[in-house]
């Protein structure tokens, strides 16, 4: 069966876009002038002030354009303009502005050609400016989607050698890191820049990379007193997401809860969905999002229609959502499972898993997912070959999970009693690891299997199913229960009787 388990400890690791599309998601729902100057366009100002260099000139005009406040940056755009290292992306955005244009509609080519379109337009650049450290990231995201990793890594270097402390550039390369199951590194990147101590947005993503490592941050103090300090709603959100995580973790859960509905005040998509992530899973659904005003808010909204059974409105925004970041695994997990499974649309998981494992190519849920899709679309030696590919099963759950979607390739081969012998060892281990929720679905489908055939062993299946399923709270459990009650119904009145024995 397909899984969504990728999900299961969600960090405010920071959104991975390309420098134009970071920058215009800052714009989205920010474009009247502010009267006052925020503490985040100060911080950049003074730093421009204080050093006078390229990359905190990027700064300050980057935060200039996301407050309508070019004229507080003429010094910051002169520089730019006539820097012959300026990032021709950079000059782009700010005549952009200048000319008060709105951004253009994406391209609908897919996700591989624009990448291989956009590695040829950064190499181009990069031959005439080979010094900028903006593109160098912009090349890195565009390797890391298409998997080519080590290529990807030495972008990532150049950038940091070039910028070690432009905020673009250390948000995204941490970010690459944690892709790359390295936290560890992550967060030495951050900790090492002075810069991290008094910005809210390296501080976010410091402190989920130490999450991400299994560790608290060192800075959590810091961060605590930078979250009251004079800075806009919209620089803080991540980092009051970060800590609430971090406290909520601790077992804080009043400070975490304050933190998360302070969160909520100049929210962007990445701190919303990860309060109501919070939320759901640690604090009942308890805090009322719908007053958070987001743009593009695809995961959380994906995640929204997901739990109130829309499938069809969950599929589009997790689309979306995977569009935005191809190479993030949780993206991929996620869209693959419902357009696989409650969505009925295998067809599109299969084109998102080719994607997703590009970048992710050993995640075992992704390859344990492509199974599944092959068994939706009856290629079973496909099926086969993906779970094969997975090598290392790390924990009882991981092999639980593929353990049942074995036992659905086998009964779908005609190997029953293999296939009982499969669901019945990931039952077991799910019931004894506390994956309750994930016994209720495994035992539902093999109810399913056991009942579209007929078997003697359907009424005990059935029995099983609906005893592991009594306290379920997932709509995509309760959609499975209807299918197995529709099957079981067809047979009754196939048979005659009213209660199958």
Not at 178 to 203: C, F
Not at 248 to 267: I, M, W
Request: net charge negative; aromatic share 6%; with cysteine.
């Amino acid at each position: 069966m397909s899984s969504f388990v990728g999900e299961k400890d969600r960090k405010i690791i920071p959104r991975w876009r390309g420098f134009e599309g970071s920058v215009e998601t800052s714009i989205a729902g920010h474009i009247e002038p502010s009267v006052d100057v925020s503490a985040s366009l100060q911080s950049n100002i003074d730093d421009w002030d204080r050093e006078q260099s390229l990359w905190t000139a990027l700064d300050v005009v980057g935060g200039a354009i996301v407050e309508n406040r070019l004229d507080l940056a003429t010094g910051a755009l002169d520089r730019l303009r006539s820097d012959p290292r300026t990032p021709p992306a950079a000059l782009a955005l700010v005549a952009q502005n200048e000319r008060n244009l709105t951004p253009s509609e994406e391209s609908q080519i897919s996700i591989q050609d624009r990448c291989r379109d956009q590695i040829r337009v950064s190499r181009r650049r990069l031959s005439d400016y080979p010094f900028d450290p903006i593109e160098w990231i912009d090349l890195a995201r565009s390797f890391t989607t298409l998997g080519s990793l080590d290529k990807a890594q030495r972008c990532i270097a150049t950038g940091l050698v070039l910028a070690p402390s432009d905020v673009f550039v250390l948000r995204a390369s941490s970010r690459f890191y944690i892709q790359q199951q390295d936290p560890e590194r992550a967060q030495h990147i951050l900790t090492k820049a002075p810069r991290t101590l008094k910005n809210p947005w390296l501080l976010a993503s410091e402190i989920a990379a130490a999450s991400s490592a299994g560790r608290e941050s060192a800075l959590l103090k810091v961060a605590t007193r930078l979250e009251q300090a004079d800075f806009r709603n919209e620089d803080l959100t991540e980092l009051r997401a970060a800590i609430a995580t971090a406290e909520l973790d601790a077992g804080s859960t009043v400070k975490g809860k304050k933190l998360l509905r302070r969160s909520l005040r100049g929210a962007n998509e990445n701190s919303l969905a990860q309060v109501q992530w919070m939320d759901r899973t640690r604090l009942g659904n308890i805090i009322d999002t719908s007053t958070a005003n987001v743009p593009d808010e695809h995961e959380a909204a994906a995640w929204r229609s997901f739990f109130e059974g829309k499938w069809g409105n969950s599929a589009e925004r997790a689309l979306t959502w995977f569009k935005d970041q191809p190479f993030s695994v949780n993206a991929g997990i996620f869209c693959s499972y419902i357009l696989s499974g409650p969505a009925g649309l295998p067809g599109q998981a299969l084109e998102v898993l080719k994607i997703a494992l590009q970048a992710n190519e050993n995640n075992l849920v992704l390859r344990n997912n492509l199974a599944y899709t092959h068994i939706q679309l009856g290629q079973l030696k496909d099926a086969e070959a993906a779970l094969a590919s997975i090598q290392k099963i790390p924990s009882s759950l991981d092999y639980a999970l593929v353990q049942a979607t074995t036992g659905l390739l086998e009964f779908r081969k005609g190997s029953l009693e293999n296939g009982r012998v499969s669901y019945d060892s990931a039952i077991k281990i799910f019931l004894e690891e506390g994956g309750d929720e994930h016994a209720g679905r495994a035992a539902t489908f093999l109810a399913l299997e056991e009942v579209r055939l007929r078997t003697p062993e359907s009424p005990a299946a059935v029995k099983l199913a609906f005893a592991l399923t009594e306290n379920h709270k997932r709509m995509d459990i309760t959609a499975k229960l209807q299918e197995l009650n529709t099957e079981v119904e067809h047979w009754l009145q196939e048979s005659g009787k009213t209660v199958i024995r």
